[in-house]
């Protein structure tokens, strides 16, 4: 059974952006009869809200985008690297961006805890950019120096937990999928199939983000967007004609790499 999720972030509004990637992630299992879940990702405990991931599924429904099934939310569930390799690490984020860490070879006994990922690039077919090599660049940092569980342990278990076979999303996360599909391999789980939708970005060449309010669903909304509306902006940016949701038919091969900028000011007028 192809079943893909719905997997967002409750610490800021759901934007065009998001909308892609949700409507994509959707259209790939609902063309082929396919299951489609929704998963809050709400490990990032000092800011993610309740009321916005309540909000967060009225405009999904709002959108047209329904799901068979919500999956325990991510604050709720348990994450072990057992079975993984794994080193601790006292850098901060900047060493480690830096390159400057040197704790995977140190013995040490306490920090964060980072997956030992092994070296060399990666081979993956993106179903809609084609064959990808890509090296998995630094170990992720899977539980943080206070024990909380990091997005890509996460992201990783509960794909294979729910039974996740197509993941779909913005292409923003093409870069860490490298070292995902290592953890999939590393945990012998099925690796699921990727499919990364264009980013979106500002006029000032940023990714949509809160600095972009106009672009949020709410404010769309306020400005007298139907969904359909949405829809006709949104699905040539899949590479398919102007239109509904319902009547869409997602064919990865013709999704464009993107990204594209969104002009706030140009689009809340439907
Ligand atoms: N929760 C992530 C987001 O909102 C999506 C992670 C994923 O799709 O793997 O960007």
């Given at each position: 059974m192809i079943t893909s999720r719905l997997a967002p972030t409750?610490?800021?509004?759901?934007?065009?952006?998001?909308?892609?990637?949700?409507?994509?992630?959707?259209?790939?299992?609902?063309?082929?009869?396919?299951?489609?879940?929704?998963?809050?990702?709400?490990?990032?405990?000092?800011?993610?809200?309740?009321?916005?991931?309540?909000?967060?599924?009225?405009?999904?429904?709002?959108?047209?985008?329904?799901?068979?099934?919500?999956?325990?939310?991510?604050?709720?569930?348990?994450?072990?690297?057992?079975?993984?390799?794994?080193?601790?690490?006292?850098?901060?984020?900047?060493?480690?961006?830096?390159?400057?860490?040197?704790?995977?070879?140190?013995?040490?006994?306490?920090?964060?805890?980072?997956?030992?990922?092994?070296?060399?690039?990666?081979?993956?077919?993106?179903?809609?950019?084609?064959?990808?090599?890509l090296a998995p660049g630094d170990d992720?940092?899977?539980?943080?120096?206070d024990g909380d569980p990091a997005y890509p342990l996460a992201v990783v278990l509960d794909d294979a937990r729910d039974g996740v076979t197509e993941v779909v999303r913005g292409a923003d996360l093409l870069d860490a999928t490298p070292a995902q599909i290592r953890l999939h391999e590393a945990l012998s789980l099925p690796v699921p199939t990727y499919l990364h939708v264009p980013l979106l970005l500002g006029p000032d060449g940023r990714k949509l983000s809160k600095s972009h309010g106009s672009t949020e669903l709410g404010a769309l909304r306020a400005a007298g967007w139907s969904p359909d509306d949405v829809w006709t902006t949104l699905l040539p940016l899949l590479g398919l004609p102007a239109g509904g949701l319902r009547d869409a038919r997602l064919e990865p091969s013709r999704v464009p790499c993107g990204p594209f900028v969104i002009d706030a000011n140009a689009v809340v007028q439907p």
């Open positions: 409750p610490s800021g509004q759901l934007h065009l952006g998001n909308a892609l990637a949700f409507g994509a992630a959707w259209l790939s299992a609902r063309n082929v009869g396919g299951r489609v879940l929704l998963r809050i990702e709400d490990l990032d405990r000092g800011r993610a809200r309740h009321e916005i991931a309540q909000r967060q599924r009225e405009e999904l429904q709002w959108l047209g985008l329904d799901w068979d099934a919500e999956t325990p939310a991510q604050s709720t569930r348990q994450y072990s690297t057992e079975g993984v390799p794994t080193y601790r690490c006292t850098c901060n984020r900047k060493t480690r961006l830096a390159g400057a860490c040197a704790c995977r070879d140190a013995g040490l006994t306490a920090g964060a805890v980072r997956f030992r990922c092994p070296p060399g690039e990666v081979c993956f077919g993106d179903r809609a950019r084609g064959p990808q090599v992720p940092v899977l539980v943080s120096a």
